[in-house]
């Protein structure tokens, strides 16, 4: 059976952003939608497994480790699992990429 999912909630009323975890839907992937204006971004954080960043529009910093990385529309950016990595918008218009979770859940803890 086929499902179309459409008017997703938003993180919170102040954010553009919308979380979609897999396993409520019948799915073994879950990911973020990310629309965030500039100046904001993640907090450092984990996951036990690689996150996969597809950036649609704008610039963002990546740190992952100890390493700092600029991505832009039409990057691709793979962090490995358990490293300690965020993101922030540094650009001067809206970042929107999608964060890929290779699991049903997204399982994330602060660093």
């Not at 529309?73 to 699992?81: E, L, N, R, T």
């Amino acid at each position: 059976m086929t499902t179309i999912l459409r008017s997703f909630p938003t993180l919170s009323p102040e954010s553009r952003s919308i979380r979609f975890e897999g396993r409520d839907h019948g799915s073994p992937v879950s990911f973020f939608l990310i629309d965030t204006d500039p100046g904001k971004g993640s907090d450092l954080h984990t996951h036990p497994y690689a996150e996969t960043w597809v950036l649609r529009s704008g610039t963002a910093e990546f740190t992952v480790g100890a390493e700092r990385i600029v991505g832009s529309a039409g990057d691709i950016i793979i962090a490995p699992s358990n490293v300690p990595h965020r993101y922030i918008n540094i650009g001067t218009e809206p970042l929107q990429m999608v964060c890929i979770h290779p699991g049903d859940r997204i399982v994330q803890e602060l660093a």
